[in-house]
């Protein structure tokens, strides 16, 4: 017996219909003996319909307000998954996020959790029934509903996996794990066994949408081990023990799984593309203290996430060029912050692109491996892909390239790496 | 100053363009210079669509999980309001059932208040800020979410302004006030600046479908002072201070409007006519001890609302005929449930009619004078209109007659108790 907290997203809520296949795969894994809690997602599209609602009410609309509607989505899956489990012969209840409690600070509409206190919950899932949790919403400490931000519902989840000590954590999505690069770009990518925390961090951060950023972090911290896997199976085929996704596991447990054999020492795990950032180039920046906070710091006030920074030196004598990406979205704004400031920072011409695209290498296997970077750029410019810029952390380098040449990229670096799957190998 | 609570149906919140309406209608009030509260039901449609969705989920819904789901789009509303009331300027913060706390016994789906503890709330109104309350909604003793069944935001209001201890519910609907009678079928009907609870109460429950009946018993109870008034209306033209609407109060106030020249002193409040009831006859039902149980008992086990009974003595030795109404919605029902007993009960036959009409007429003041049920028989004898049977209570006298003399002999009454406008008469 374990006990296994499940995870399904809008898509899989969308209707009641959808939510009757949801319950089957519940039961399923109640059946095979184990304790189970769902945590749930708005039906898809419900939020988006909600959040319309207070915009047209007020412009700067009230965040504790704003969670009031917003959280009355996940509220309405959670009884009508309660109430359908209840159909299908299982003992099943809704625990809302102030009954739980799950505390979280008073962030509204962006709230973290502190604490889950879930004894009468935990109680009530040893004596057989499934506990149903809306995701996204929690309870502030002055008794207000508080919202965690889109995608919270993986957070949730993750957060009750770790209050209810649960041996894992399932989150149903509508891919069926976690691939060594886009299945719709590559044909041979691999669905992965396992990826570590740090490896899925990564991924999660240039592009790779399976899981929210937050959620992988907090399973880190915590140790929750996450299995991905698709909502949209047959769920009759794979028997309930099985681990048909992916799973997410810290790093001991990833050389465990290699010690036992079942899985195979990488060197990169994945390949990522996001054609979502665009370009900004400051040219003949002085080259003083300060220039750089005079740049950067308006747009962190501003909220505008900055990724890449490459600062090229000597151009002229006490000059430089900075180049940077930035979300192709607060591109526009970027781009009016920073002239308004030119003076002040004092470079000559501001040049954006957003016709660019960010490869990524991920893999936890480079750490012990030089040369995966001059791999990269090799195999690239053996194709004649030019390299405007490149980053690289402890597991990742990533390069912008040409936004035409992102899938031709990202073909040759999984062959390049080895990733292509077997079975389809020409 | 006074404290007052205002309570705004469906229709009145259907959409954020009549949210902001109804904002506008709220901040008027706060800045006369009262203290408020505002009790709101669900966009008109939302509690149909949740209640669909229940039906789907399962056949025999649990109802601890159904108010879960049907409480959500009171939520929504009370959100949308504060905001808005918020985007106009005033401080405003929604108070959801379980954080004011409603407690109510734990009857899911027709939960019934037994207190309000609003210590919070009150102290917030008193420092400035509108209470935004979604109605129908409470909280049960063990922390789960109750809801008081259709229409249960009239009540909702009716207990707030008890708790509060306001001057004052003014419960905006679809009508302007309460009516001598329907002003559909009777041009020359007036609004009443008054009626007492007990009229009210027997207006509601012969089909004037101006206020939930519990609202109004409860109202009765408590002490509390309803007004009637229309959210259609033009709010710029009344002073905040005037009361468009109809009062419901208790008798000692009627006295005292009745006494400053406020009122005219009634024989006859109001006429009303209800087209949904069935009469039914079983004939030579024999005339002996439990033989009335046999017939009433499995009906109100089945929940069928009986309302008249009428039995007509002596038709043979040792016989009788028993006659009675029920909603025409139970009609079938009730006579398949007679039928099934016709041994054990020994009537001859069932003879059923929905095409028939109940004719009421309502006043407190025919407590104190006789004539008023004879006046009636003769008004409607004179124009040929046939009475198919009678009750009376304290202050209400009502008739049986055929459908399609339900407009005729609204009309005769309304001019035979004087109650015809008098701007208006010929």
Chains 1, 2 share one sequence.
Not at 276 to 289: G, W, Y
Not at 335 to 341: C, F, G, K, S, T
Not at 357 to 362: C, E, H, L, P
């Amino acid at each position: 017996m374990a006990r296994i907290v499940m995870k399904f997203g809008g898509t899989s809520m969308a209707g009641t219909e959808r939510i009757r296949r949801v319950a089957n795969i519940v039961r399923k894994q109640q059946a095979a003996g184990h304790e189970v809690a769902v945590v749930v997602s708005a039906m898809a599209g419900e939020t988006d319909r909600l959040i319309n609602f207070c915009r047209e009410a007020h412009a700067l609309y009230d965040p504790a307000e704003y969670d009031v509607v917003v959280a009355s989505g996940e509220q309405v899956t959670s009884g009508l998954l309660a109430m359908t489990l209840q159909s299908l012969g299982c003992k099943a209840r809704s625990w809302l996020g102030w009954q739980m409690p799950v505390n979280t600070i008073e962030a509204h509409s962006k709230a973290r959790v502190e604490t889950i206190d879930a004894p009468e919950m935990i109680a009530s899932m040893e004596a057989g029934a499934i506990a149903v949790i809306p995701g996204f919403q929690g309870v502030s400490a002055d008794r207000r509903i508080t919202t965690m931000g889109r995608g919270g519902s993986d957070t949730s989840a993750v957060a009750v996996a770790a209050a209810v000590k649960a041996d894992r954590c399932d989150i149903y999505t509508d891919v069926d794990g976690v691939y060594t690069t886009d299945p719709r770009i590559v044909a041979k990518a691999r669905k992965q066994k396992a990826v570590t925390y740090e490896e899925m961090l990564e991924l999660a951060s240039v592009g790779a949408k399976v899981l929210q950023t937050r959620s992988v972090g907090l399973a880190m911290k915590e140790g929750v081990r996450i299995q991905v896997l698709s909502s949209f199976g047959d769920e009759d085929a794979v028997p309930a023990d099985e681990m048909p996704g992916t799973l997410i596991v810290s790093d001991e447990e990833m050389d465990q799984l290699v010690e036992q054999g079942d899985m195979e020492r990488q060197l990169v795990t994945g390949i990522a593309h996001d054609k979502n950032e665009a370009k900004v180039i400051l040219t003949r920046v002085p080259d003083k203290p300060g220039a750089v906070a005079d740049i950067f710091g308006p747009l962190a006030e501003a909220s505008i996430n900055v990724d890449m920074i490459i600062q090229n030196v000597g151009r002229d004598k006490g000059e430089t060029d900075v180049t940077f990406t930035v979300p192709a979205a607060d591109l526009a704004r970027a781009q009016a912050l920073l002239e308004d400031r030119q003076e002040q920072i004092g470079f000559n011409r501001i040049i954006t692109d957003d016709h660019i695209a960010k490869i990524s290498v991920v893999g936890v296997g480079m750490k012990s491996h030089a040369g995966v970077a001059s791999d990269m750029f090799r195999a690239l410019s053996d194709r004649g892909i030019n390299i405007q810029a490149i980053s690289t952390s402890e597991i990742k380098v990533s390069v912008i390239i040409d936004e035409d040449e992102t899938e031709l990229a990202v073909r040759v670096l999984h062959t390049a790496y080895g990733l292509d799957a077997k079975d389809d190998a020409a």
